[in-house]
């Protein structure tokens, strides 16, 4: 039958049956949860981001805890989501052409041309995305290439809690990304059938039913 | 008779059998069906059961369908009163936004449009939501073989023509220019073709619809559309957003008009008083309430905290007996119990296998059949079960031996989960089970939002009217923008408007009567903030959290 299992979060001793996620774990003894959670096993929410030791092991990794199994003797610490005002706000609607992009780049992350190559970023990412290369990439003005680097971060902010230069790597992508949406997707079905309810050729009838 | 999911161990066919039938068995015949669509569900769908309804007792809706469970929360007594607002400082602003999901950011950027001050409240974090969580896409009619009216036609017979034609109306109508707002805001959507000028939008399939009408990213949908939506309000200095601060009670003024609310600071278990030209509630749903006993594919956050306080402050509801248990969340292993695996799955043609190695409904069809389908095969003892848990098989490997490339562009999230579950999809079918998903009914709206009481607006789950009694896929994204947006803008024109008389709980002293008078006075607190096993208690928070 199920096994318990003994794991150290946040300074409690936990026992769970297993298999169970960390964050299973976390709620396993009656302790209060009100932050630290959200889409509860999908991995998209980022926001039960924690830091891990396995036993045996002398590095400590970041992980989701909704998506990590908890494990006998783990010791798991949640990082408490911050939100920090933001050092540089920008408007999408202000970056008007891609000719102006790598100047919002440098307007809005001028920290991002200092990287370090620390590899912070990389390792404190969860879903294991190459973020420092995302970063050079978005100063070289390789834009597609950024962009599709961050195509699947989850904004759980610890590769901006990692930087040592402030660079808000998850940021820097996300606004390459929305950048280039914003400038480039011009679908012609979508602009035909706005026109058409424009000029009034298209609108749903309530009355004319079948 | 009905047979529940959590009742006794049915009978049903041990997974290595199944296997091994659908390994062998030519062609997946389909069983012909032997019940018309309404029987099916009036046998099956968990809203027929017979503990899945009762009556209100009190409030603007009393007399109404609602399930039980639902019942005793938005029949709930108070968490607060006068005296614990002694002496509290209120905060003015002239919109409060409650919820940080899809249908809150988007009323707090519409509603900055439009030149107000945003004040918007998140139980959780702004983004956390259902929204993220969302997978398959948003509906909106923009092909040469679809028109408004075949969106508005299908919507409103999905729902069983239960919903309110004039906001169908406005849901349709809004959508191709609530795609070019995502767009303006910098959300990606999948194309059809290679990105050049000219480039047309991909459109998939959803079950109950007439035309391919689906657009997406991926199969993240939500995930880009919130990280957009999350980013764009967070950048903008005109809202105020307030992380962990779940609302506890609204505030009414001298006319009876909602005029705030009363928010729980988590961080400094404190209360803190919001005073407001005009709220929009969009907390969302319900699947934390694990209705009958089902798991569910809903956020942490989803324990119907917005209808509560809506219904209290005197808001009418409707068709809250009426939910959507989505066909195929996972239903091995247990501790996943509940994850959802995305319509697109089926929309790109895998197929529902039961034990016996047959198909036995079109996979295709509304959700409410589907899952009402599935429920007949456990039922009926040709449902698979694997340690316990009982199910039927979805085929994902006869679906990506078709098209193998599907799962690391489209199918990501699939791939995703079901590495969690330590499946291979291309080799092993998943065991899945219908799970809560949505709530099809809520609180009363008009076109702009706006409830019953002035001042006080709903947009996303916690309204109702718009899907009537079952929600097609790709509805419920487009919803919680259109409505969202409606009710920012509607809320705005308040904006500045003079801030005047006494604002305060009347509304909880006359509920408290009405409850009284009910005999439901001794009834459960709420609304509930977190669920059950989220082991949290306002009063023993308050107390702790002050100790230090």
Redesign the interface.
Known sequence: MDEIIHLRIDGRDVAVAAPASILQAAMADGTALTANVGCMGQGVCGACRCLVRREGEKQIATALACETRAEAAMQVSFIVYFTPDKPHRYDIAAIQDLWQLSDAVDRHFPEAAHCRHCSGCDRACPKGLSVQQGVALSVAGDFAAAAAIFEQCVMCNLCTLACPEGIWPNHLGLMVRRAIAALTLRPSDLIRRLNEIERGAMTPDATEKE | MRTEPMAAPMAAIPFSVALQTWQTMPGQPMRPSDSPPQTLLERFHPDYAAQATCRLMVGASKGARCHPLLARIIQGNALIGDVDLAALAPVTTDILVIGGGGAGVAAALAAREAGADVILAAK??V???NT??AEGGIQ?????DD???R???DTLKGGHQAAD??L??RL??QA??I??WL???????D?ADS?T?????LRKRAGGTTAARILSY?D?T??EMM??L???V??D?GVT?L??HPAVELLSNDHGHCAGAVLYD?EHATLRIIRARAVILATGGAGRLHLQGFATSN???ATADGLALAYRIGARVRDMDSFQFHPTGIAW?Q??AG??ISEAVRSLGAKLINGLGERFIDELAPRDLVTAAILRECAEGRGVVRDGQVGVLLDTPGLLAEKPDLLSRQL??LA??AD?CGIDPRREPLLIRPTLHYQNGGVEIDRHGATAVPGLYCAGEVAGGIHGRNRLMGNALLDILVFGREAGKAAATLAGTPLTGRVGLEHVRDWQRQLTYAGLINGPRSPLL?PA?????LR??MATARKG
């Open positions: 959780l974090r983004g956390d939501s993220v969580m909106a009619a923009v092909g040469d028109s408004l009216q969106h508005y036609d034609p004039a169908v109306e349709v109508g191709p220019a795609i070019r767009i303006q805001l910098g959300m990606h959507f194309l990105p000028p000219g480039a047309r939008l991926r993240f939500g995930l990280r957009v999350r980013e764009a967070e950048l200095r957003i992380n962990r988590l956020h942490y956050g292993p501790h996943l994850g959802l990501v999230s995703h989960l969690r977190y096993y989220g082991n949290f208690d023993a928070h």
